[in-house]
């Protein structure tokens, strides 16, 4: 079984490290020099990752890295047992709301978007969570 890290191009490491560690607890664990830090606290490790904006994500990329809000089918869901203060520390600590707390049969979800410009989702999940709207179990 493959071990999931979870890696955030980020363009101010200080600014990061206070973001997350204040919307969600996280603690830092390693430092990387000036070029990254790991946080720990969730069930797989965040790994800050200092990136100049402007700069290619790999060599033959087309795009430059861009700290703006940016969108990317991959995103960051955090569940948390109450989503009202979650929501307010992610705030707090500069996260933007994009939708708010919305109800769902599983739970409740609000969509932000993190000072980098990484869009996340903090879930309260309610009953059986997902297993409220699941058909099978693979």
Known sequence: MARL???IDIDDLDRAVSFYTRAFGLRVGRRFGSSGV???GAEAPLYLLV????TPPHPSSPAARDYGRHWTPVHLDFEVEDLDTALRRAVEAGARVEIPVAER???RIAVLS???GHGFCLLEF???GY??????HG
């Open 126 to 128: 309610r009953g059986r």
């Open 5 to 7: 890290l979870v890696n």
């Open 131 to 136: 297993d409220e709207i699941a058909t099978a």
């Open 105 to 107: 049969r599983w739970g």
């Open 114 to 116: 993190d000072p980098f």
């Open 38 to 40: 790991e946080l720990t």
């Open 51 to 54: 990136a100049p904006a402007g």
